[in-house]
Structures are given as structure tokens and as C-alpha cells.
């Protein structure tokens, strides 16, 4: 089963945009400085999970702020958290595992799905749902890139999102390799930083960040 269209247009985003930062606010009227801060800092794309109750209202208020970022809903447990997501504005949904009927309920709902997955058996089940694109989650402590590459020199057609442990230093290497089309990570948008609305450190770390991916690909 291909990609549909709006499918295709996220992936392309995703892997254009290289880090995915994942976000954890608790304050609503934290998410509009913060998107200007990844729009700012060159990282036009945030996984806002849905750990907390301002998670819902926070992707609402990015992507009617800023139409043009990446804003989707990681931590999404349920089709129900899924379907909550997508009415508030999330363009792609994450997970930190692989729950079939969140697969399902997106794919019959157009929706960009990237499940979390730990091992070749949760890959090959995405794979047969019609996914070519998962994420690879907590990816240092599941094996980091050796892993990655030893799964996927099986699992040919298959793109990774590793998520979990990614810092600015091993980034470089995930982002070298060809089976990896975006890495996800927190380090640029901390909770302290979040919390003490350390804008301008925040922007810079994003700025750091979109550099490792032009000089990576450059
Ligand atoms: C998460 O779920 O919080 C993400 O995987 C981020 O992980 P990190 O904080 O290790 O980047």
C-alpha cells in the first residue's frame, strides 16, 4: 500500500527538517513562544505529547500560529487520543509503541502515523499495516544505530525515526545514515528551559540543532 499524498508531503517534511523536537508543555500560554522559537531557530516542526492536559490546546495554538510548521502529537495512546490530535490541528500522529487500532484509525482517517517500535517483529507488523516509515523507541537503550542497521539491512524498504537518548553529539552519526530520515529529541526544548521561559537559550539550542542538520547534509 502506498503513501497517500498528505502522507508523502509529512515524510518529506520530516526528513527535510532532520530533528524532530519533542515537547512536554504543561503551560498553554507556553506554546505560541515556544513555536517562535523553532520557527525562529530553524527547526519548523514539534511533537507535542500528549502527556499533560495542555497538550490538546498547545498544538491547537501552533498550528493556528504558525500554519507553516510540522506541529503533530506524540505520547498518543488510544485512536481516541488520536482523533482528539488530529481535531486540534496535529498534521502527524507518534507513539512511543505500536498499538494497531491507532495505526488503523489513522490510515482510515488519513492521518501521518509513525508508531513506535522496539524490535524487527513490531517493524514487520507496521510493515504489514501498510507503514514504510516507524520510529525506533527509547533508540540508545534499544541499541542505538548498530541496531537500526542491523534491522534494516533485513527489512530493506524500512525508514527510522529514532527517538530517546539522542543528544547533539551521536545525532551526527544517526543522520549519516541512509535509513534514518529524522531523529527526534527533547535536549533543545527542556522542561527548565520551558518553565523559566528561557526563549533565547531555547532558540539558540534549536539553532545549534538545525546546524548539525545542514552541516550533516551539506
Ligand atoms: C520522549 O518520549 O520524551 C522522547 O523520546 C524524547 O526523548 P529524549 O528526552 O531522550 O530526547
Request: proline share 6%; hydrophobic share 45%.
Amino acid at each position: 500500500m502506498a503513501n497517500s499524498p498528505k502522507t508523502k508531503a509529512v515524510l518529506d517534511r520530516f526528513s527535510q527538517i532532520g530533528i524532530i523536537p519533542v515537547v512536554v508543555l504543561n503551560d498553554v500560554a507556553d506554546a505560541a513562544p515556544l513555536g517562535k522559537c523553532l520557527m525562529d531557530g530553524g527547526l519548523p516542526a514539534a511533537e507535542v505529547t500528549f502527556r499533560t492536559d495542555a497538550a490538546e490546546e498547545s498544538i491547537r495554538i501552533m498550528a493556528e500560529k504558525y500554519p507553516d510548521m510540522l506541529v503533530g502529537a506524540g505520547t498518543v495512546l488510544s485512536p481516541e487520543q488520536a482523533k482528539r490530535a488530529a481535531d486540534a490541528g496535529a498534521k502527524f500522529i507518534v507513539s512511543p509503541g505500536f498499538d494497531p487500532a491507532v495505526v488503523q484509525y489513522c490510515l482510515d482517517n488519513d492521518i501521518p502515523v509513525c508508531p513506535g517500535t522496539q524490535s524487527s517483529s513490531e517493524m514487520i507488523a507496521a510493515m504489514n499495516m501498510g507503514l514504510d516509515h516507524v520510529k525506533f523507541f527509547p533508540a540508545e537503550l534499544s541499541g542505538g544505530l548498530p541496531m537500526i542497521k542491523a534491522i534494516t539491512a533485513a527489512l530493506v524498504n524500512l525508514k527510522i525515526m529514532p527517538t530517546g537518548g539522542i543528544n547533539p553529539t551521536n545525532v551526527v552519526d544517526y543522520l549519516k545514515c541512509d535509513k534514518i530520515f529524522c531523529a527526534g529529541g527533547s535536549w533543545m526544548v527542556k522542561g527548565d528551559l520551558i518553565r523559566a521561559h528561557d526563549w533565547d537559550r531555547i532558540t539558540s539550542l534549536v539553532k545549534e540543532a538545525a546546524d548539525i542538520v545542514k552541516k550533516v547534509r551539506s
